[in-house]
T-cell receptor, first 112, second 111 residues
Framework: EAQVTQNPRYLITVTGKKLTVTCSQNMNHEYMSWYRQDPGLGLRQIYYSMNVEVTDKGDVPEGYKVSRKEKRNFPLILESPSPNQTSLYFC???????????FGNGTRLTVT | TQLLEQSPQFLSIQEGENLTVYCNSSSVFSSLQWYRQEPGEGPVLLVTVVTGGEVKKLKRLTFQFGDARKDSSLHITAAQPGDTGLYLCAGAEASGSRLTFGEGTQLTVNP
């Protein structure tokens, strides 16, 4: 089954404790992206990757890092999480930069 | 980043009613996508419209792209409780590498 898999689904952590949210897709998509979804603000892009070893900032990249060492994986790293990063995070992939996106089921992160 | 405004933000209707959701921008998009998101899940693509003036139908859902490719609408006929969800429009920039999402319309269809 074609899918984008994110882990974990839920995460509660404390300020400053480094964390990684994993994302993997099995559709051989070149394009992958991370979004955060907040009430009243919609989906905002954090980082995206056009291909392996190619990443770029989205609209709200501050406080986040990504890597794209393999085509299928695109982890999101929060080196020092802060409460304002409490949000619902989605990983997505597609064949190309403006092609329809396939989304994971989300990771709900709470930073206390 | 180009901005997309969706209206209304919230819509609560009775089963059987018709409704229209709007997605507007002052910018031109090369294409526009509509997604539906249900609680606990990621958005799922419903349709992509590409040509100005294009109309696409998906069962009881009708999608239209404005002639100038700046706006789009989603019309649902005889809404059903299963239509409940968050509807998102996303515009693709003519050049660039990103989609711009609207804030979404939360639709609730009451039985």
């Amino acid at each position: 089954e074609a899918q984008v898999t994110q882990n974990p689904r839920y995460l509660i952590t404390v300020t400053g404790k480094k964390l990684t949210v994993t994302c993997s897709q099995n559709m051989n998509h070149e394009y992958m992206s991370w979004y955060r979804q907040d009430p009243g603000l919609g989906l905002r892009q954090i980082y995206y990757s056009m291909n392996v070893e190619v990443t770029d900032k989205g609209d709200v990249p501050e406080g986040y890092k990504v890597s794209r060492k393999e085509k299928r994986n695109f982890p999101l790293i929060l080196e020092s999480p802060s409460p304002n990063q409490t949000s619902l995070y989605f990983c997505a992939s597609s064949y190309g930069d403006n092609s329809p996106l396939h989304f994971g089921n989300g990771t709900r992160l709470t930073v206390t | 980043t180009q901005l997309l405004e969706q209206s209304p933000q919230f819509l609560s209707i009775q089963e059987g009613e018709n409704l229209t959701v709007y997605c507007n921008s002052s910018s031109v998009f090369s294409s526009l996508q509509w997604y539906r998101q249900e609680p606990g899940e990621g958005p799922v693509l419903l349709v992509t419209v590409v040509t100005g003036g294009e109309v696409k139908k998906l069962k009881r859902l009708t999608f239209q792209f404005g002639d100038a490719r700046k706006d789009s609408s989603l019309h649902i006929t005889a809404a059903q409780p299963g239509d409940t969800g968050l509807y998102l429009c996303a515009g693709a920039e003519a050049s660039g590498s990103r989609l711009t999402f609207g804030e979404g319309t939360q639709l609730t269809v009451n039985p």
